[in-house]
């Protein structure tokens, strides 16, 4: 079976938006172990290397099985639409050692052996020692990965929550899912994701649906949360291809020689996911043209497509975002 979501209509009127500091540094932390994440975030990667380098970021990896269960306790949803840092990070410190004993065998069962490993048998000793040693970790991790960089994060997550808030309040659920990512299926109730592996349905019975925008979780698309935890869905942010670049303005001129004036305007247009006819405004040109250019673009894999309703949605790929625009220093 795949990973599904029931909602009844009770769930779909608690559904809302939300942005964590604290999610974005669990993730910036996988990021660092997971090179299939590292396209779009080269950049990043280069500008922390040598301050992340006297990170010990090994517990918290211990528990971060790539594909199987993750420490629910790590990131409670929000209670808001935003949250501090240090009021998520409280509530960390604040877990059961019960739970957090719960979370951290489920993790560790992951990974066959890791239960048993010298690593493992140290973490579930002594669980209230082991969320004081997590939370100190991800605070490290906040203040030397993400919080330099949370302003331009921050404003980005923000312009997609109300972007998607909007869509909602015209369209309503389907219709948002359908766009934040075409992992998410919704379909009779059920919300369904791919890509996640194991088998898993939860009925939600009225706790609501949180769903946030990340700019470190692509190209996943993540879900979970068993209670006392919020049901969440996490998908990457909308306009991450132009996150780490310095806009410029205009087209370069070494890329316009490169694949053609039009065609690099095109490119370059795509800061964020854009159908044919908005990118034909955008540019002043016909929708034949562009669309000719988009094929092209997308053959030579500089950029990815996905249905969306009776649109082909397009955006850059992390090769079409190099060249686009010159990575900041």
Not at 135 to 162: C, F, G, I, S
Not at 203 to 223: E, K, Q, R, T, Y
């Amino acid at each position: 079976m795949p990973f599904q979501l029931l909602l009844d209509e009770q769930d779909l009127l608690r559904c809302r938006f939300a942005v964590s500091p604290l999610w974005e540094t669990q993730e910036a932390v996988r990021t660092l172990d997971r090179p299939r994440r590292h396209g779009y975030h080269l950049p990043w990667l280069r500008r922390i290397r040598e301050a992340a380098a006297g990170l010990d970021l090994r517990p918290l990896w211990t528990l971060m099985p790539d594909g199987g269960h993750n420490p629910d306790f790590f990131c409670p949803m929000p209670r808001g639409p935003v949250a501090s840092f240090e009021e998520e990070i409280a509530r960390v410190r604040a877990t059961p050692a019960e739970a957090a004993l719960t979370d951290i065998g489920a993790a560790l069962d992951s990974v066959p052996g890791r239960r048993g490993s010298p690593a493992g048998r140290e973490l579930l000793a002594d669980p209230a020692r082991t969320v004081r040693r997590t939370a100190d970790l991800l605070e490290q991790a906040w203040h030397v990965l993400v919080e330099p960089e949370w302003p331009r994060l921050r404003a980005l997550l923000e312009a997609d929550v109300a972007y998607h808030s909007r869509r909602l309040a015209e369209g309503g659920f389907a219709r948002v899912v359908g766009e934040l990512s075409p992992r998410l299926i919704w379909e009779e109730s059920t919300l369904t994701i791919s890509g996640m592996r194991g088998d898993h349905t939860r009925v939600l019975g009225g706790a609501g649906l949180v769903l946030m925008p990340s700019v470190f979780c692509w190209p996943d698309v993540i879900s979970g949360y068993e209670p006392p935890w919020q049901p969440a869905v996490i998908y990457p942010v909308r306009g991450i291809g132009g996150l780490w670049t310095r806009p410029t303005g205009r087209t370069p001129a070494a890329l316009g020689a490169l694949l053609g004036r039009v065609r690099a305007d095109v490119l370059c247009a795509l800061d964020e996911p854009a159908g044919t006819s908005v990118l034909a405004r955008r540019l002043s040109l016909a929708p034949s043209t562009v669309s000719a250019h988009l094929s092209v673009l997308r053959e030579a894999g500089l950029l990815a497509s996905r249905r969306y309703g009776h649109q082909v949605l397009y955006e850059r790929t992390p090769l079409g975002t190099t060249l686009a625009a010159s990575p900041e220093d």
